[in-house]
């Protein structure tokens, strides 16, 4: 196990609604990365924050919009859900500041959007 | 931008027979990772290359790098069960930077027959 943990597993919303999902980073990382997986794909970067800011954003709208917080534990929140949202949204959290920085990744959270 | 294609999309193999999965990137490659994921769950690490000719064994899997084809493979040798599962690579698209932020390929499903 990676020690990084998202909640909840599962979710479902109906369009049009807002949902925010959560992260809790491995111990002595302070970065976390956030991709959505659509079945059968691979996984998109959304965005990456770092000490609190967004570090760089994927192709995605404004209406995903992220936190970090003191703790290094990150939000995504997605607002006026749309039916393509449906898919797995992965968590990673790293190191930024030590050369190699791998992704470990949570399970991650399935968001259905009905 | 960079993007990542994987080949197979998909194999099925007999119990104790070794497989190959490639992975070749549009854009020089700076930094490879592999990780594994089983269906609707994350991701696990399996290996991170990041020099040209660089190998890196883990049990029975070995990755390589050939950074002047902008390729990298994943050899499974005398495959078992317990190696199903989806095998995706990711790349940083640009070298150096901190806070990488990954592209990855669409995944290649293994299933073991035994």
């Known amino acids: 196990e990676t020690g990084v943990t998202q909640s909840p597993t599962h979710l479902i919303k109906t369009r049009g609604q807002q949902v925010t999902l959560r992260c809790s980073s491995q111990?002595?990382?302070?970065?976390v990365s956030w991709y959505q997986q659509a079945l059968g794909q691979g996984p998109q970067f959304i965005f990456q924050y770092y000490r609190e800011e967004e570090n760089g954003r994927g192709n995605f709208p404004p209406r995903f919009s992220g936190l970090q917080f003191p703790n290094y534990s990150s939000e995504l929140n997605v607002n006026a859900l749309e039916l393509d949202d449906s898919a797995l949204y992965l968590c990673?959290?790293?190191?930024?500041?030590?050369?190699?920085?791998?992704?470990?990744f949570g399970p991650g959270t399935r968001l259905t959007v009905l | 931008s960079q993007e990542l294609e994987q080949s197979p999309q998909s194999l099925i193999v007999q119990e104790g027979k070794n497989l190959t999965i490639n992975c070749t990137s549009s854009k020089t490659l700076y930094g490879l990772y592999w990780y594994k994921q089983k269906y609707g769950e994350g991701l696990i690490f399996l290996m991170m290359?990041?020099?040209?000719?660089e190998e890196k064994s883990h049990e029975k899997i070995t990755a390589k790098l050939d950074e002047k084809k902008q390729q990298s493979s994943l050899h499974i040798t005398a495959s078992q069960p317990s190696h199903a599962g989806i095998y995706l690579c990711?790349?940083?698209?640009?070298?150096?930077?901190?806070?990488?932020?990954?592209?990855f390929g669409a995944g290649t499903i293994l299933r073991v027959k035994s």
């Open positions: 111990s002595g990382h302070n970065t």
């Open positions: 990711g790349a940083e698209p640009r070298p150096g930077e901190y806070g990488n932020k990954l592209v």
């Open positions: 290359l990041q020099k040209g000719g």
């Open positions: 990673a959290s790293s190191f930024t500041g030590r050369g190699t920085d791998t992704q470990y």
